[in-house]
């Protein structure tokens, strides 16, 4: 048994740090990894709780079966869903780059919405009352008033109706007094002022969308057991989110208010996804995330690169009714008239449109995209070690957190080759790989990132390096049960394509996304569950619809000392 | 000649040249200036990027330190300061995020650990009317890993909370003049002329908003609400930030209500419409990227193609605040750790990496052509520090002491890593240089100080008569004055 404390011993050419603070989590409970040669800090789908058991596939006996409950969702929410939701309650399509908001970056393996990483930051207050304002402006008043206020004068009733209706949709849930009278000031500050109601009921608007009810999900962590049943508004907001990366919309929000989701949740589901431009964004802002497109470059080319991969997807998932295993083979994609000469082949016009790829054996499925290339290309020209990580966490869901420890970091500049040797990429990582230690990690994902060798860090193709020396796409996999061999890119994407591991993994990062945590042990046999729902038909639907359904899906678990002070009243 | 070219030199020569500064000084009604004969305090933290090899270091006033020997006499260089921060991976970061806090970094991505000294400073002695300025040209290294702005950063109001810096000339323009200007009476406490009613009504509406919103927050973050610790100490902090606004928002409905301003006078924020001086330069004729008020777009467009015009417009803005009293505490950034920013104008001479590149594969050996290439860098990022220290060493802007304005302020100079060896990227064997001072500093020495960069931080705290223990006590084996003399501090 390899303690998870040991540290990492790979000679990487580079020194990169990853935050899987859950990996020191699990460690410092005393979990072990199984791996056997590797010693680093690594965890693999069938090696993550130290119980020795497998994962993978139903659990039989309903006894043993662990449940996956995490913690009340206690987050910010991301800029996407922030401006999503705006459009979601208001209409109102803000650009977000018009705003001085920070900056949001997700880990490789891991997604925005991670709850650990959406913490708030710093000098925010004043760019989320500049959306706010900006988005108060741009609804129509004399809408929102007739939709949600009883009457349109200065009348307590009047301000009551308006606070109540309004602020359950934006807050997801029902006014309290405390709220409710905050808001109520507002009226009377206008009145005090001699404005007209629907100047209140516009300064009320930016107030909630300022509320910590609206930029953050926060879920209740109060009950008297370990665990509880989320409410039908928590309910309705996580289904929003896991479909449209946004907030509930007036329809959801009214069958949550009629305690009724619980037996219409499919129905709502159904109506969710077939509003294909909010399910389709939520897709696309995904797909960034999962193939860290948002880490390639700016520009309209690069643009183009990123609309050809959502494209990819999107007509397979709505056009073709096709799983998502088929976009890691697919030979016929969508590029515009740039994008098509980047690649090197003759343009259809400026527009995008459709391609067959036959011709061009270097590209097959989204992994020799250029935006995925140069999403996951940190060091130019080329980066094998970079590439390999890649396919190794957001394909098989597996785990390397670089060292740290002066020894280790040491041993890693001692074993670096430098690029002044004019060797190969491929040929540095192989003498490195000469060290016993160094290969025991970089055996496992060097080969997986040696088939995207001949391509640079645009993601263009070339078939020598900038010293002359020959690049192909060619190698041999070996870690875990996964081992295969290939000749080039193409037999790579077959193999990849038929792995069980990859796609379990895509149904484990789906599961990530749609609960906003890091998954652990305890989410093992839900992994198993949401994967055996959906392989039959592995597309994104499916897969969404299946966490949906999912018992565990309304489970939240109760903080202790949020239980204690109940306990004590 | 381009539209675009003509503004930019426009920009540039017309509006941010020294030549601007007399009428801009004579126009501001609140210059803080010290007693006639006495040299107002001043500290600025100046920070460059990816390190000083020890190679370099102990080679003296020569080769890559050689645009800082005009300076010699008026520098202590502090050599041997070790930050204790094991990593080395990470060190872009950890090591920025200490640099001039001492603190080690509060968590992996939320940013420094504690108060940055020009703020404390700020904090403890600016008049009023001078404002806090940190000024920062760098490109970021996005997917180095950790907060960008953890790097980014180097002036911080508290643990996890930075002061906005500016890099666009346009907004170290606005940050430092606009606001005070075309505004009569004292913008400070009202003119005593009638209140536009139209704007009290705004100030009192957004301020209804904010109290509102102020309110939901301490409700959240109240024992009763049914959140955990956890959750409400994250709320708690959107909660400060909210009641800081509020309280700002609530002070400038009771100026209006006085017949004042909207923006207070050394506020140090820029709000509302342009003001008049930046009608010099027409919208139109700005490059995007220039005249870019988005700081991210500005970042990656003009590191690359007007990296040094900026960094001299920014140094001339900054060297003319602190003459002119508008400043006297502040940070100012050169290049970044982990930037990707390949020098333009040394590929010429082979050098096509950046220093950060070179950094990572330096050998500490003259002969060797990274230590070379990388010496040419960091000999291109001391020429940026000597043209500021030049501005500021200006005899033509004399202190009321006679002194120039360098000689008077105490400029601390430093960097995130050490590089001591081969490829060592980590936080020991740091050089920092202490510059000016106003005779706190012993000049023209260079010392060994085999402590660390928090200790260092301290005695430049005491130096400043900062009366408080500065960075993390932990941190410190040195506990009296005696120490100082290591660091080239004489008082």
Known sequence: MTNLRQTLVCGGIQCRIEPYTWVLRIAALSVAVALSSCSGLIRGRDSDDGSGEPSGGLVNDPAARRVSVGPAVGRRLTHDEYFNSLEVLLGVELDPSAFELQRETNSRGFFRNDAESVAFRSDQAEAYEAIARSAAEQVSIDSLVRTHASCQDHRPECYRSFIDSLGRLIMRAPVVDAERGLFERIFDVVRGEGGPFETGARLVLEAMLQSPRFIYRLELQQGSAKTREIDDYELATRLAFLVWNAVPDAELIQVATQGDLRSKLEDQFERLWSDGRRSRRALRQYIEQWLRLDAGGAGALNDDMREETYRLFERLEWDQNQGVLEALTAKRTELSGRLAEFYGIASQGAEFDVYDLADQPERIGFLTHAAVIAGNTNFAPTSIIDRGLFVYSSLFCRFISIPEDDATVALIEEQTVPPDSRLSQRERLARQRENELCASCHGQFDPLGFAFDPYDSAGGYRTEDEFGNALRSQGEVSFGDVQFSYANVEEFAQNIAARPEVAECIAEKSLQHGFGRRLLGQDRDLIAEVFSGAKGELNWKNLLRTIAMHPEFALVEVAGDVKSAEVAK | ?491
């Open chain 2, 1 to 491: 000649m381009s539209r675009s070219a003509y503004g930019r030199r426009r920009f540039l020569y017309g509006l941010g040249g020294v030549t601007i500064g007399l009428p801009v000084a004579a126009s501001i009604p609140n210059l803080v200036r010290a007693a006639p004969g006495q040299a107002p305090p001043r500290y600025v933290s100046l920070y460059f990027g990816n390190g000083l090899p020890r190679l370099f270091a102990d080679n003296g006033y020569r080769g890559p330190l050689g645009p800082l020997s005009p300076f010699q006499s008026k520098l202590a260089m502090v050599t041997g300061l070790n930050m204790n921060e094991a990593n080395s991976s990470s060190i872009h970061w950890t090591g920025t995020s200490r640099f001039g806090v001492g603190h080690r970094m509060a968590g992996q991505t939320v940013g420094a650990g504690g108060e940055s000294l020009d703020n404390a400073l700020h904090r403890k002695f600016a008049p009023p009317g001078s404002i806090l300025l940190p000024v920062n040209l760098t490109r970021e290294a996005d997917n180095l890993g950790g907060d960008p702005r953890t790097r980014h950063y180097h002036s911080w109001k508290r643990a996890g909370t930075w002061n906005r810096e500016v890099q666009n000339p346009r907004d170290v323009w606005n940050v430092v003049f606009s606001d005070c200007m075309g505004q009569s009476g004292d913008p400070m406490n009202g003119s005593g002329t009638a209140p536009d009613p139209e704007a009290v009504r705004r100030s009192r509406y957004r301020h209804s908003v904010l109290d509102a919103v102020k309110g939901q927050y301490e409700e959240i973050v109240s024992s009763r609400s049914g959140y955990s610790a956890g959750i409400r100490g994250l709320v708690s902090d959107h909660l400060e930030l909210v009641r800081e606004l509020e309280k700002k928002v609530a002070d400038m409905t009771a100026r209006l209500e006085s017949g004042g301003s909207e923006t207070p006078m050394g506020s140090g924020t820029c709000e509302g419409a342009p003001s008049p001086a930046l009608n010099i330069v027409p919208e139109q004729a700005c490059t995007p990227s220039l005249c870019s008020t988005d700081q991210s777009q500005y970042i990656r467009a003009n590191t690359d193609a007007n990296w040094n015009e900026v960094w001299r417009l920014n140094a001339e803005l900054y060297a003319m605040a602190l003459r002119m009293g508008r400043v006297h505490y502040g940070t100012l950034g050169c290049t970044g750790g982990g930037d990707r920013y390949a020098i333009p104008e040394l590929g010429s001479r082979g050098v096509n990496k950046s220093p950060h590149e070179y950094a990572h594969d330096f050998r500490a050996d003259w002969n060797n052509d990274n230590a070379q290439k990388f010496a040419l860098c960091v000999e291109w990022i001391m020429e940026k520090i000597a043209y500021f220290l030049q501005l500021l060493d200006d005899s033509a802007w004399p202190d009321p002491n006679g002194g120039t304005v360098l000689d008077n302020t105490l400029v601390m100079i430093g960097t995130e890593m050490g590089t001591p060896g081969n490829g060592q990227h980590n936080g020991d064997y740091m050089t920092f240089f202490l510059a000016g001072g106003g005779g706190r500093i012993q000049s023209g020495v260079h010392r060994f100080a085999g402590n660390t960069d928090t200790e260092f931080y301290n005695a430049v705290a005491r130096a400043m008569n900062l009366g408080e223990t500065f960075g993390d006590s932990r941190e410190f084996t040195d506990s009296g004055r005696q120490g100082d003399a290591l660091f080239g501090i004489v008082r």
